[in-house]
């Protein structure tokens, strides 16, 4: 997968907070940190587009359901963001 570059400006706090997430293990290096958290930002953009003329929490909680008795390949999670 080809990925483009992108150079951001953070404030020291938010830094030291991603910096935290990588020494505790729980991501690798601080790129996976900023694009797990792009990608949780469009995820719940996406679910503002969920019809409010049905029953958006039964929508949302059958998407959950469906979500976690699927096993994901991180390549193709990894593609939603391109």
């Known amino acids: 997968m080809t990925m483009d570059t992108m150079q951001i400006r953070m404030g020291q706090g ?7 997430l990588v020494k505790t293990g729980i991501y690798s ?9 792009v990608r949780k930002l469009v995820l719940n953009e996406l679910v503002g587009i969920i019809s409010d003329k049905k029953n958006s929490i039964k ?4 998407a959950r359901k469906k979500l976690s008795k699927e096993k994901f390949d991180l390549e193709e999670i990894n593609k939603l963001a391109d």
């Open 14 to 20: 938010l830094i030291q907070r991603v910096d935290v």
């Open 29 to 37: 290096n601080r790129s996976d940190v900023i694009r797990d958290a």
């Open 59 to 62: 929508q949302i909680r059958n």
